[in-house]
């Protein structure tokens, strides 16, 4: 009986402790340190198109590049790294970013080599566009910004550097918000044939993977990304100004290389950079992903994904998964910015 008494008189000392923790906490509280599932926060809803610049830009020497980014939120908040896709660039994020700085985030969203304002800091370093090449850089940028751990949230190839980081170096990743799921892949994998309706949705990997389609892409880049947009996207209605503040990124003197080359490597038209050998191997073994994880697809998505129920058990941590309704395509950050934040401020608290 004393012991049982004993037990009690703890369990009460303890929940008070938490609940007196949480109240100083307040928003900022974390699911790690409480008992009970906390209820998430809520962002203010916004329409989307809202904002449309961030303001002044920072560079930063990071690794092999000078990086491009923008920065918003407390300087001391918890960190969040929005990445972004191609053809397309931080401008994905605009709404996005205003919403988790008022969360009380820290937030980053940096321009992918061969986009914006990031630029190579050699004229001797090889135009990569290999998967794990743009994991490193993110790994590069946190460590040049001195963030021990981010939450990392993005779509296309920046889901895909998302998920290569968490399964990699999962003490860097304290969650991840990743759009179309589990993204990993392999040169072995991009070998095998896929049924002829699944290839024609990649037609323009093809093209790329020829001295034409780079020339193509080189002329009429421009007209290129937008006819992507309208592709991936076929219920948005951007209109000219929003995809003209993104093109000028793809004005970049590496854009060109750098995409050619991600695709030409997924083929295996292109050769890996060997000081990437080992991180390559590791990722064909399409590692299981242990950090918290909310993937999230926009229900009118025209873009090449996976469905849903293909990855599930690739995370291992506590997982969910979201469609997105309301006509919301590829670009599901931009389509939907207070779904996206949402997504980021909830998988924060499992």
């Known amino acids: 009986m004393s012991e049982e008494i004993n037990r009690d008189r703890r369990r009460f000392l303890t929940a008070a402790a938490m609940t007196l923790a949480s109240a100083q906490l307040g928003v900022k509280g974390s699911a790690d340190a409480q008992s009970t599932k906390p209820k998430p926060a809520t962002v203010p809803a916004i329409k989307p198109g809202t904002n449309t610049s961030f303001g002044a830009l920072k560079q930063i020497d990071a690794g092999v590049l000078n990086i491009g980014y923008a920065q918003a ?52 370093t090889l135009r990569n566009g290999q998967q794990s090449a743009l994991a490193v850089d993110t790994i590069a940028l946190m460590d040049a910004l001195q963030i021990k751990r981010a939450i990392l949230a993005g779509f296309d190839w920046g889901a895909r550097t998302a998920n290569i980081v968490a399964a990699l170096w999962p003490e860097r990743c304290k969650a991840m918000v990743s759009v179309s799921g589990y993204l990993i892949g392999s040169q072995e994998a991009g070998k095998m044939p896929l049924p002829p309706k699944a290839e024609l949705q990649w037609w323009y990997q093809y093209y790329f993977g020829t001295e034409r389609g780079r020339a193509g892409y080189e002329k009429y880049r421009h007209d290129f990304a937008k006819l992507i947009w309208q592709i991936a996207s076929p219920k948005w209605r951007f209109d000219d100004a929003t995809f003209e503040r993104t093109a000028a990124s793809f004005n970049n003197p590496d854009h060109v290389s750098i ?8 083929l295996g038209l292109a050769e890996s950079e060997p000081k990437y050998d080992d991180l390559e191997k590791r990722l064909a073994e399409f590692p299981v992903i242990t950090v918290p994880t909310m993937t999230l697809q926009g229900d009118a998505d025209g873009a090449p994904h996976p469905d849903a129920s293909s990855y599930a058990k690739k995370f291992s941590g506590k997982y969910s998964h979201r469609v997105i309704k309301g006509g919301i395509g590829h670009n599901l950050p931009q389509e939907a910015s207070q779904a996206f934040a949402q997504a980021v401020v909830e998988v924060d608290r499992y």
């Open 259 to 266: 995409v050619i080359h991600n695709y030409r490597w997924r």
């Open 73 to 124: 939120g407390a300087a001391n908040g918890p960190a969040v790294i929005l990445l972004h896709g191609w053809p397309y660039d931080i401008h994905s994020f605009v709404d996005v970013t205003p919403l988790l700085a008022k969360a009380g985030y820290r937030v980053i969203v940096p321009y992918l080599r061969g986009y914006g304002t990031t630029r190579f800091l050699s004229s001797e």
